[in-house]
């Protein structure tokens, strides 16, 4: 998979470097990101009742129209999410905070029609290669003097960083401003346990501006 992966983003970089592709532009994106990732349940060994990861990207992409119809673009964003929640073990009430930082590289294919002379309609699909840069979980309660720290990404019982995604959406642009939504499913099993495994799935609400 990684190679299928790594051999797409080469084609497509090729593709961009072209003479004879024509750009579209560079665009800038920010919005919300929610993400399905449970605490890593084989450090703590119990079943906590946490929501999804919640928080906010900032990146740009160059999309390359091959036609009037067909275009790529790559991208690089970086993702910032945090989660707080509370649980209750043999009476001992805790509090945990967690906090997320990933870097995504997307390389998408898109489908687009023009609505009027300065509205677009756009369609796309493709993967996405994310890296963890760094996961943590601080759990305080009143037992301890200083609350305890987990980071996910190190150790043999924790995640793996890299994750392979398929991205879906689809966006609007009126003259420069662009609105768009999607949804990323991952493939990677980003557990280093072999008896369990671990996927994520992240939705995707923003705004950007294509210059």
Known sequence: MTKKITTFIVIAMALLLSKGVQAQGLGINFGYA??????????????????NLNGFYLGANYN???SNVFGISVGLQGRYNTR?????LLEVDSHVKETQILVD????INIGADLSDDTRLTFYIGPVVSYAVNGNSEISNTLTASPTKMEW????????PLNIQASAGVSLTVQHIRFFGGYAMGFSDLDKNEKTKTTTS???LGLGYVF
């Open 202 to 204: 992240t939705m995707y």
């Open 34 to 51: 929610s993400e399905t990732l449970p605490t890593p349940s084989p450090i703590l060994k119990i079943t906590l009742p946490q929501s």
């Open 105 to 108: 590289l997307p390389v998408l």
């Open 84 to 88: 707080n929640y509370d649980f209750t």
């Open 153 to 160: 990404y190190t150790g043999d019982d924790t995640y793996k």
């Open 64 to 66: 390359f129209q091959l």
